[in-house]
């Protein structure tokens, strides 16, 4: 494999750990070289054995300049060998390989998507004989492209919202309490939370305000029949009055609930029923 940045690392470990901010980028020891040259490859005469090498995945999804990739290497590939190679979008492991009896699997960032024949000789080299000399070339390439690779865009993380439950549909809660209490100007996601294992959870938190994502989560204990609608509406509105609340420093504390927050929380037409309810109920809800 090819760490961008990173130490040698054995090539047929596919989970290698790296840190990535090593800087040096070296390339394992071997007697590669010897291998190499004791086996010349003439470009015709590695281009004469094409047919039957090239293992197919399902052509379904695949892009037409990761076959034409794997096309161009494996016209370098000796005899009886396959391979299968794959565009990756991967910051830190630029060239992956493994060398498996029948096939080569190669995983290579896309940057190297319709190389040069230079390249791409190299990275055969690479591919069949972890050739050194090769690796300085691919290196100096990932180098070079350094700006490219660290650009490409981050997959956004899959944030599924999951906001009708069962019995209490978030959104609809969300929407009536933003046009009574906020004029409709509150901006903020609603879903209900991951369902977990009671018993095992120390604390229970009802609802939860992410500042980051702007994602309001409610406990998914709360998704009952005999959980009544005014309580998950006071649970949203908690929450969503976090979204309108900044939290505030104190010294060393933080403040997640200032004195105008508590007093805006108050409004809530059923507070009382639903402070009640809670003392109530909480204890059975959450099964304590
Ligand atoms: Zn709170």
Not at 149 to 159: E, G, K, N, T, V
Not at 220 to 244: C, K, Q, T
Not at 261 to 279: G, H, N, P, V
Request: glycine residues 6%.
């Amino acid at each position: 494999m090819l760490y961008r940045g990173a130490d040698a690392m054995p090539t047929d470990v596919e989970s290698a750990c790296v840190d990535p901010r090593q800087l040096s980028f070296r390339f394992a020891d071997s007697d590669d070289e010897a291998v190499a040259s004791a086996a010349p490859m003439s470009r015709r005469a590695a281009r004469a054995k094409i047919p039957g090498r090239v293992v197919r995945l399902p052509t379904g999804g695949r892009s037409l300049e990761e076959i034409r990739l794997e096309q161009a290497v494996a016209a370098y590939l000796p005899p009886g060998k396959g391979l299968r190679l794959t565009l990756t979008n991967n910051h830190y492991n630029i060239v992956a390989v493994r060398r498996e009896p029948a096939a080569y699997a190669v995983r290579i960032h896309q940057v190297f998507a319709g190389a040069e024949p230079r390249l791409v000789r190299a990275l055969a080299r690479y591919v069949v004989h972890n050739d050194r000399r090769a690796s300085g070339v691919l290196g100096d390439f990932i180098e070079r492209h350094e700006h490219i690779i660290s650009r490409a865009p981050r997959r956004p993380r899959q944030l599924k919202l999951r906001p009708v439950g069962r019995f209490h549909d978030l959104k609809d809660i969300f929407d009536r309490l933003n046009r009574r209490y906020f004029d409709g100007t509150l901006q903020a996601q609603i879903t209900w939370g991951p369902a977990v294992l009671r018993a095992q959870q120390r604390s229970i938190k009802m609802g939860s305000f992410s500042v980051e994502d702007r994602i309001i989560r409610v406990h998914s204990a709360l998704d009952r029949a005999e959980v009544p609608p005014f309580f998950v509406e006071w649970i949203v509105f908690h929450e969503m009055l976090h979204g309108r609340y900044e939290i505030r420093r104190n010294g060393s504390r933080r403040c997640f609930h200032p004195p105008e927050f508590l007093a805006r929380e108050r409004e809530f037409a059923d507070w009382e029923r639903a402070s009640a309810w809670e003392k109530e109920n909480v204890d059975r809800l959450f099964g304590r």
